[in-house]
């Protein structure tokens, strides 16, 4: 009868052991997720630097900034021109959180709504007006200009080659030199990642050369 009561008691332990086993092999990990972050609101500032949005929630727009891998899009996904986000366009901005500061990581820009109907229109966006800055000329270098905008206090570099144009505030060319140390300006200019190339300087208050005229006057000699 002793040897029963083992052989029950040894069985028992097993049983127990082999079912906390299996409980424990047939857990299933718990599946971790990110919620992606976003932003509604119309674009109030678009600066080589940044992007500002203003939504209704805060009366101070917010501020994010934009890397090589930010992406573009109109509400179907389409890949679109950056040129198309500007000043008074509605916009979802997807970012994340780095320190003190917000990353884009993408940005839809969407269609403006009519008010007096229901139907949806698109945003009347110029495809020859590129993004430009106002600022001040800080330093001129070999194929390069340095400008404050101001809206930052930090130099922005752009390129500069054959194919800049420098004209006047009525659209005449000028000559290069023209474009000096604390010369106003503004720069419309393309972006490639990082990098930014001027493709149009317009020289600002510009003195306009005035031409003289030599009047001749006859002189009729008495006979």
Do not use: C
């Not at 890949?79 to 990581?105: N, Q, R």
């Amino acid at each position: 009868m002793k040897t029963l009561i083992q052989n029950i008691s040894v069985a028992t332990i097993l049983g127990l052991v082999a079912v906390t086993a299996n409980l424990t092999y047939g857990q299933v990990p718990v599946e971790t997720r990110t919620t992606t972050i976003t932003s509604r609101g119309t674009v109030s500032q678009f600066t080589p630097s940044d992007i500002a949005v203003k939504v209704n929630t805060s009366q101070t727009p917010i501020h994010y900034t934009f890397t090589k891998t930010t992406t573009y899009v109109d509400e179907n996904g389409n890949p679109i021109s950056v040129e198309t986000v500007k000043t008074g366009v509605p916009v979802t901005v997807y970012y994340e959180k780095s320190g003190d500061g917000l990353v884009a990581d993408k940005i839809v820009v969407k269609k403006g709504v009519s008010t007096t109907t229901d139907e949806v229109v698109p945003v009347a966006v110029s495809p020859a007006a590129p993004p430009s800055a106002d600022g001040v000329i800080l330093g001129t270098g070999w194929n390069e200009i340095a400008v404050r905008t101001a809206t930052s206090d930090s130099r922005i570099h752009y390129n500069t080659g054959d194919s800049t144009a420098y004209v006047d505030e009525n659209g005449n060319p000028v000559p290069k030199n023209t474009v000096k140390e604390g010369t106003p300006v503004t720069i419309f200019y393309e972006r490639d990642g990082d990098s930014l190339t001027a493709t149009r300087i317009v020289v600002k208050n510009l003195v306009p050369v005035e031409r003289t005229t030599i009047k001749t006057e006859e002189t009729t000699v008495p006979q």
